[in-house]
């Protein structure tokens, strides 16, 4: 779990680079490189990402329970960022929520791949 948090991470900093430094499309606070961003890069998201992970549904009829809990942490996380936009936390410059819509799934879908993957390398490796 602990890996792919750490993957999520490294995928959320480059994800920002491009969008938020490179093409200006959104922003944490202000548009410049602050500390506070740092919090939700390296606590808060990867928080998230094992508790999405602790309680991924493995053991019941997979397809539809999976993605029912994608499409609930998908609509949690469309909600976060829409009270983030709210509170000036997040801000858009060209960035749609709608964008993040289509993005959430498959980013949840992802995270899910990769622990799949690092689960398997590690029972080999045993």
Do not use: C
């Amino acid at each position: 779990m602990y890996t792919t948090s750490l993957f999520s991470t490294v995928l959320q900093l480059i994800t920002d680079i491009y969008l938020e430094f490179k093409f200006h499309l959104y922003w944490y606070f202000s548009p410049e490189v602050d500390n506070e961003t740092l919090w939700f890069i390296f606590w808060i998201y990867p928080a998230v990402n094992i508790i999405f992970l602790n309680f991924y549904p493995i053991g019941t009829s997979l397809l539809r329970n999976q993605l029912i809990y994608i499409l609930g942490w998908s609509i949690f996380a469309i909600a976060y960022e829409w009270t983030a936009v709210q509170t000036g936390i997040f801000q858009y410059n060209g960035w749609k929520l709608w964008y993040s819509m289509l993005i959430y799934p498959l980013l949840y879908i992802l995270l899910f791949i990769n622990w799949s993957i690092i689960k398997k390398l590690h029972r080999l490796a045993i």
